[in-house]
């Protein structure tokens, strides 16, 4: 059946990093987009970063921009999501999700149009 795994979420204080990983089965992993989305408390869901197929195309929240990383490896079924110089705003649950072809809209919202998700890692960034 479809997996998608995350792991790699922890505790960390201020400027701190992280890497994410989501290990995907079950499906043609090397087909979709991949994002990473994440939900704070009380907050809705929002998106982080988006990478297309063949990584030709990325996308990124202006909030994590020039600190976070997305890439793929599509000979493991793996996406990765470095996080440098976190900050306590990132304080999340992150999801990754197989999605539609990478758009703006997307990109930068909850993810409604998501193939497949990801049960989710915690990422708690203290001051």
């Known amino acids: 059946q479809v997996q998608l795994v995350e792991s790699g979420g922890g505790s960390v204080q201020s400027g701190g990093s992280l890497r994410l990983s989501c290990a995907a089965s079950?499906?043609?992993?090397?087909?979709?987009?991949m994002a990473w989305f994440r939900q704070a408390p009380g907050k809705q869901r929002e998106g982080v970063s988006c990478?297309?197929?063949?990584?030709?195309?990325?996308y990124y929240a202006d909030s994590v921009k020039g600190r976070f990383t997305i890439s793929r490896d599509n000979a493991k079924n793996t996406l990765y999501l470095q996080m440098n110089s976190l900050k306590p705003v990132d304080t999340a649950m992150y999801y990754c999700?197989?999605?539609?072809?990478?758009?703006?809209?997307?990109?930068?919202?909850?993810?409604?149009?998501?193939?497949?998700w990801g049960q989710g890692t915690q990422v708690t960034v203290s001051s």
């Open positions: 999700a197989a999605g539609p072809r990478i758009t703006a809209d997307y990109c930068s919202g909850s993810g409604l149009l998501s193939n497949y």
């Open positions: 079950g499906f043609t992993y090397s087909s979709y987009s």
């Open positions: 990478i297309a197929w063949r990584s030709s195309t990325t």
